[in-house]
């Protein structure tokens, strides 16, 4: 298995959606390339995006939000250079000011318009292929905010459109106003909220599902004994409550059973909850195409051979109690979340 975990072979490539472009079977998400996870050295970035691009990876993640443009303009020299042969997905509605403590959440028409046009600005680029609502606002109604990014697919500044930590209910109500290509959640062997009804809505509508942090932000490679301990200034894990004191330490007890798998595969923890992520597409009879995130070349080369490893029954089994038995929330205010609106 190890062998084959390694081919250097190109990903197989899955459709983004009814009517989305097909996209390599994992994607690249690109926060960590531009702010929360510390330092980042720009070169070496640079040459995991060229790294991913190479392996199959074509969907390449990011938002306004991160580093405050700052991504996004990172980012735009790539795929300026690749336009043609990636699948281009940012994000709207987390608002940041000069206050570095301040996440607000705008739905509101006038907001979208004006944050697809600094974004495209930002990525120099005349489209985006696919745009997320990046957070709810229920006190804006789903449809308004749909209805004014669907405009923008009519005006040409948008090709599909995508939702990001919404229920299934919201994503059947959303999906009535304009066809959904993807729904971008939070899901891994940590974090299975997603599955409460966000799931069976995207497969009955024929949505994609993106998962988001499928690493649980890196806890799943096992690099974190005790993550208070471990994690750098700048890193923003340190706010989180599965990386705090006792939480951290009994988390990284629930590693066991994935560290036996991975030795039975002659394969790392981080490939072996990544199996089970993609094989979520088969369980749930939908595509699924994660987008770990990486500033490395080797972790990069390490995550797109995971959907080479295929877990038996068994080793699905001996994963499936893992998530009911995290401590600590996934972040420390949940109010923003798919999960404070599930009924």
């Known amino acids: 298995m190890a062998d084959s975990l390694t081919s250097g072979s190109k990903i197989a490539q899955v459709p983004l959606g009814n009517d989305g472009p097909l996209v390599g079977v994992q994607g ?36 306004d939000v991160y580093g405050r443009g700052a991504n996004e303009e990172f980012l735009a020299p790539f ?11 940012t994000k709207f509605a987390i608002e940041r000011t000069d206050d570095p403590k301040y996440r607000g959440v705008r739905n509101d028409p006038a907001y979208i318009r004006q944050a697809v046009d600094a974004s495209l600005k930002r990525l120099k680029t005349e489209v985006i292929d696919l ?4 957070r709810r606002d229920p006190a804006v109604p789903l449809a308004e905010s749909v209805g004014a990014m669907a405009e923008l697919v009519r005006q040409g500044k948008v090709k599909h459109l995508g939702l990001s930590e919404v229920t299934g209910p919201e994503l059947r109500e959303a999906h009535a106003v304009h066809p959904i290509a993807a729904l971008q959640s939070e899901w891994s062997l940590f974090s299975r909220d997603v599955e ?9 509508l ?18 974190f004994a005790d993550a208070g301990k471990e994690l750098s200034s700048g890193d923003f894990r340190q706010s989180m409550p599965r990386f705090t ?11 066991e059973p994935v560290r036996k798998i991975a030795e039975a595969h002659g394969a790392t923890l981080g490939q072996v909850a990544l199996a089970w992520v993609q094989q979520q597409a088969a369980v749930h009879s ?14 990069l080369r390490e995550n797109v051979a995971a959907p080479g490893l295929t877990l038996t029954p068994d080793e699905l089994a001996l994963l499936e109690p893992i998530a009911s038995e995290v401590s600590g929330d996934r972040y420390p205010d949940m109010s923003a979340t798919s999960t404070a609106r599930e009924q």
């Open 245 to 255: 004191g006792d939480n951290a330490t009994s988390n990284a007890a629930l590693l």
């Open 196 to 204: 409460r009804s966000a799931v069976g809505a995207a497969a009955e």
């Open 206 to 223: 024929g949505v994609a599902l993106v998962p988001y942090s499928p690493l649980g932000r890196g806890f799943l490679t096992g690099a």
């Open 28 to 63: 690249l998400g690109c926060m960590g390339m531009s702010e929360f996870y510390g330092d980042t050295d720009q070169a070496a970035a640079r040459d995991t995006l060229e790294a991913a691009l190479e392996a199959g990876v074509t969907l390449f993640d990011t938002a």
């Open 79 to 89: 795929f300026g250079a690749h336009r043609d042969e990636i699948t281009l997905a």
């Open 131 to 134: 745009y997320y609502m990046h």
């Open 286 to 299: 939908l595509a699924v195409i994660p987008i770990p995130g990486t500033r490395r070349t080797s972790r």
